[in-house]
């Protein structure tokens, strides 16, 4: 193998570490054994996290009037629930910068999303889940062990 051969390789090495694409079932399995998530509401937080992000942890999408952006797999919100860095006001009620909800270390986006269903009584703050998940059962899980 050649240098330049071995060069891009760590290139693709570099870009990809931090990021994630889960599947369903891992995500399942991740969230009850790792993260403290009930058991019998993983299929709430799976299904909002696909619906928001088709489970990409890097995923950001800027809203309608490009007032702010949602970050990750749970897209957590940067006017309200964290900060973008880019000396934009924000109220930042899970106070953290925006980029900790796009690597790989789920835990902290936990955190912030038990933080807003606490806040508010449930799941009314994500669209997608309003959209998508308000009916799902733990049928949308078959085939996972978790
Ligand atoms: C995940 O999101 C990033 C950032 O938007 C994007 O560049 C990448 O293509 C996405 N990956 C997949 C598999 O959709
Ligand atoms: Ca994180």
Not at 16 to 43: F, M, W
Request: hydrophobic share 30%; with cysteine.
């Amino acid at each position: 193998m050649g240098p330049t051969v071995i060069l891009s390789l760590l290139a693709v090495t570099a870009v990809t570490v931090d990021g994630k694409i889960y599947t369903k079932c891992e995500l399942a399995t991740e969230l009850v054994s790792q993260h403290g998530v009930n058991r019998n509401e993983a299929h709430d937080w799976v299904c909002m996290a696909f619906t928001e992000s088709t489970l990409n942890t890097t995923a950001v999408n800027i809203n309608r009037g490009r007032t702010s952006s949602d970050y990750g797999l749970f897209q957590i919100n940067s006017k309200w629930n964290c900060d973008p860095g880019d000396g934009r006001k924000t109220y930042n009620g899970c106070q953290h910068p925006c980029s900790d909800y796009l690597n790989t270390d789920i835990g902290d986006d936990v955190q912030c999303i038990q933080q807003l269903r606490r806040e508010h009584g449930g799941w009314g703050f994500s669209y997608g889940y309003r959209a998508k998940c308000s009916s799902v059962t733990s049928s949308y899980l078959n085939g996972c062990n978790y």
